[in-house]
């Protein structure tokens, strides 16, 4: 065997030795580049089901392909769970003038809820209110947003 290996040429010997070195280097380069990919972020629109949402009743859910996040009023916190575990959450409540008031939500038991004391149940108490309410919220990099508006029957 080694005497098979004297009697190669001297590019089939360099290419010998060369090969497991730019094998190594091509495992690190897909490496970096699949890391780099990783960290892009990324912006996903979710939209309600059933084109409605009021709060107040619980009946508030946004959804993008198997990500679901409900959004509800409960004894004076705005509650948001997710099918998910997230990162951060953020609610925007916009006024009549287009301005938004931000809440950083704090996370309630697990990653999958989180909530902040917000005014959107005395804002929506008379019949007929609604409110345009923004968030995002984040997932492994993902950037999930939507603007909806929460409507008092």
């Known amino acids: ?10 590019h089939t010997k360099m290419a010998i030795f060369i090969a497991p070195i730019l094998l190594i280097l091509g495992f690190a380069a897909a490496d970096l580049w699949e ?3 990783a960290s892009e972020v990324r912006f996903y629109q979710m939209t309600p ?3 409605q949402c009021n709060i107040l009743t619980k ?4 959804a993008v392909d198997n ?21 951060t959450m953020t609610l ?3 006024d009549d003038n287009g301005v938004a008031e931000t809440f950083r939500m704090g ?4 990653p999958h809820y989180w909530y902040q004391k917000t005014s959107l149940a005395e ?7 609604e409110k345009t309410l923004r968030f995002v919220a984040t997932i492994d990099g993902g950037q999930y947003i939507s603007e909806f508006i929460t409507k008092t029957p």
């Open 1 to 10: 065997m080694i005497n098979a290996f004297f009697k190669l040429d001297k």
């Open 35 to 37: 890391e780099n990919k």
């Open 49 to 51: 089901e059933n084109n």
């Open 59 to 62: 009946e508030c859910i946004l």
């Open 67 to 87: 990500l679901r996040i409900s959004i509800y009023e409960e004894n004076g916190l705005t509650t948001a769970n997710s099918t998910f575990a997230l990162d």
């Open 92 to 94: 925007f409540v916009v």
């Open 107 to 110: 996370m309630k038991d697990s």
């Open 123 to 129: 804002q929506l108490a008379a019949p007929g209110s």
